[in-house]
């Protein structure tokens, strides 16, 4: 759900039943994360790269925001199957260049990709969410990466 009211350029709301455990264990979680709370404090609407289909219950959706460092989130609500998502980087509105693919929440480096790479492949499990962050690597960064 916070995703989605990210996407839409929502404002922050939850209607989760704290007297739920799991819920409240995640709202602890993620209510009072700084890149959430960062993010609903100038909230802007994402724009679509994958619309449902409408046809099956298995919907699979993606959307980007455009920025110094860009979000993507993907959506898949199949009960059984993955969403496998072919990015264009051109999609994006980004250049080529050397990125850093990190968790939206956890800040956790999830992968790398080189100013050879001009798309992304990305995968989500059934049932599922993601929101990540793609984040432009200086040349300066690199070069000291590099050398360590």
Known sequence: RLYGMMILGSILGDGSDYRHPIAAIRAKQFLDNPALCNFFGKP????????????SLGQ?????????TTLLALFNFHKTERFKQLVQLD???MKP???EIRDFLTNELIGNMTS??????????????????????SEHKQVKKEKN
């Open 97 to 99: 260049g050397n990125y």
């Open 60 to 68: 699979q959706m993606s959307f980007y925001l455009p920025g110094d």
């Open 44 to 55: 802007r609407a994402f724009t679509p790269l994958k619309f449902a289909d409408g046809t």
């Open 91 to 93: 999609q994006l509105g």
């Open 116 to 137: 050879k790479q001009k798309k992304l492949e990305l995968t989500i499990e059934a049932q599922d969410a993601s929101m990540l962050k793609l984040v432009p690597v």
